[in-house]
Structures are given as structure tokens and as C-alpha cells.
């Protein structure tokens, strides 16, 4: 596919989406996520859904009318088997399938290689910082601001489309200059930030 014929993301949001929980296991703990928060108490304990389950979600979703898909976790690169869940989208018809990850397992040559041999529309990287202590910091992972960067450099040396996606915290937002240089530096096709907003309750 050439460059003038890729779709941009704005005519592929047009297509019905289902967004598929691959898994919640994660390597990350991300302070404002609910599967961080679990895998601190039941990591031992979380097993990923079967293929079969995931695929019957995915027939399901295609049947109402979803053509476009993204795996999202927890982190789906856990699953040894993703590339048999993009698979399975593929061959029922999804015209476009995104990987939500935080492309750790992409710093190494031999995990890159084996994203890209997927053969997905987009990775949605996950970036929470624009420093490593920033960034390990809000996913709690030391080391994580490393393996994103360098897997996020590897995935579009090999010519993956990237956007990188970032949750408006203390951490990013005090990182922000370093942020926007780094997003300089990588040059993802997109760059989206969202923020959590939680609605005060009154205890009666």
C-alpha cells in the first residue's frame, strides 16, 4: 500500500468499531487504570479468554455491523497467540485493526518483528510521560519508559503506522516540554491525550 492510498485515520474512524479486551493482564501498573490496579492484587490469578471466546465477541460485532477493531487490554502483546486474534478479525472481514499497547515487547528485535508480522492497520502506543521518571512513574514500572520509546522507534522504522495516545496526569503534565520534544523525535502519525475526569459524590 502506497502512501497515497492508506486511508487516514479520520475515513477509517468513519467505520462501526469494537474495541476487544484481549486480556487484563499487563506489565504495566498505570496509577489511573482500573487492570493496573488488579493486576496488583490478583496478577497471579488472571488467566487471558480463550481464543474461541474472543473470536465469537468478534463474529458477534461483525454480524451488528463493526468493521474496524482494536485490541486493548490490560496488555495484548501478553498473548502469545495475538497474532491469531488478528487473524480471526481479518479473515471474518475487519477492514481495519489496531493494536493498544505500550510496545514493550517491541524494544527487542525479535518482538518487533513479530508485531509487524501481524500485518495491523495502526499500534496505539501508550506514552504517560516525557522523561523516564515521569513515565515510570505514573505506570509504575521502572524501565518502562525505555522498552516504550525504543519499541515505539522500532515499530515506525519498520513503516507501522503509530499514534500515541496519553492520559492527562500529574506526571505528564509537569513532563510536557520533554513530552513534545519526544513526540518531535518519534513522529507518529497522531498524537491524542484524554483525561480522566472522576465526579465528586456527596456522602449523605
Excluded at 506514552?127 to 512513574?137: I, S
Amino acid at each position: 500500500m502506497t502512501e497515497s492510498s492508506k486511508a487516514t485515520s479520520t475515513e477509517e474512524m468513519r467505520l462501526p468499531n469494537v474495541e476487544i479486551h484481549a486480556t487484563d493482564l499487563c506489565n504495566n501498573r498505570c496509577t489511573f487504570c482500573t487492570t493496573g490496579w488488579q493486576n496488583l492484587d490478583e496478577h497471579g490469578t488472571i488467566q487471558h479468554p480463550p481464543r474461541e471466546r474472543v473470536r465469537q465477541q468478534l463474529e458477534a460485532a461483525y454480524a451488528r455491523g463493526a468493521r474496524r477493531v482494536i485490541f486493548e487490554g490490560g496488555e495484548p502483546t501478553l498473548r502469545n497467540d495475538l497474532g491469531e486474534l488478528v487473524l480471526d478479525a481479518r479473515t471474518l472481514g475487519f477492514e481495519v485493526c489496531t493494536i493498544f499497547t505500550n510496545a514493550r515487547v517491541a524494544a527487542s528485535e525479535r518482538g518487533a518483528q513479530w508485531l509487524v508480522s501481524m500485518g495491523v492497520s495502526w499500534f496505539q502506543v501508550s506514552v504517560q510521560g516525557g522523561t523516564a521518571a515521569a513515565h515510570d512513574a505514573s505506570v509504575a514500572s521502572k524501565g518502562a519508559f525505555a522498552q516504550t520509546v525504543e519499541g515505539t522507534r522500532r515499530l515506525i522504522a519498520r513503516g507501522q503506522r503509530v499514534k500515541i495516545n496519553s492520559v492527562l496526569t500529574r506526571q505528564l503534565l509537569d513532563s510536557l516540554d520533554d513530552y513534545a520534544s519526544l513526540m518531535i523525535e518519534l513522529r507518529p502519525e497522531e498524537i491524542r491525550s484524554e483525561a480522566h475526569v472522576c465526579t465528586p459524590v456527596t456522602l449523605i
